[in-house]
């Protein structure tokens, strides 16, 4: 019932399991289907491009909210065009992205934005949409897809993801 000692007994059995495990090298489908199933590993996926206006409820307080629908409205009024970039607080993040991958908008605006963005109609301000960063109105460019790399380019970085799968299932059996 000792911890250290199921750790170095878990670690020796992983040790073993991995030296015994024989693991031939993968032929030409397993690697396609390794491919196929982790293209977003290799450069593929979806992109958008949007800009968006944010408003630091640090600096507005409970009047964030009010703030944006009446900076929405305006941005929403036919007639006058108005600035954006004259709009909101001073942003920590940039005001236009250009086909940015869609995990790193989750991961800089987190996954509930991502999902926001998804929702929304091209070329049209909207809003609120609430970020860990304060709260933003974003108006959606295109969303894109970038091609993977081909699989000729990374075939050395597929087999060797592809052997480091199969040694960690061997790991869990």
Not at 8 to 23: P, T, W, Y
Not at 50 to 71: C, H, K, N, T, Y
Not at 89 to 113: K, R
Not at 125 to 151: D, F, K, T
């Amino acid at each position: 019932n000792d911890d250290a000692i199921r750790t170095l007994l878990r670690e020796k059995m992983e040790l073993i399991a991995e030296n015994s495990a024989v693991i031939a090298e993968p032929s030409e489908a397993d690697l396609q289907a390794y491919y196929d199933s982790h293209t977003r590993e290799f450069g593929g996926g979806a992109t958008v491009t949007f800009s968006q206006i944010m408003l630091d409820p640090g600096r507005r307080g409970a009047a964030v909210e009010g703030d944006a629908a009446a900076l929405l409205a305006q941005l929403r009024a036919p007639g006058d065009a108005v600035d954006p970039s004259t709009l909101g607080d001073p942003p920590e993040l940039a005001a236009d992205y250009a086909d940015l991958p869609q995990e790193q908008v989750e991961s800089m605006f987190g996954p509930e934005f991502a999902q926001s963005l998804a929702a929304l109609e091209p070329g049209q301000w909207a809003g609120p949409i609430v970020s860990p960063m304060g709260v933003h109105l974003v108006r959606l460019g295109e969303w894109g897809q970038v091609a993977p790399q081909p699989l000729d380019e990374v075939r050395d970085v597929v087999r060797e993801e592809w052997h480091m799968a199969r040694l960690q299932e061997a790991r869990d059996e």
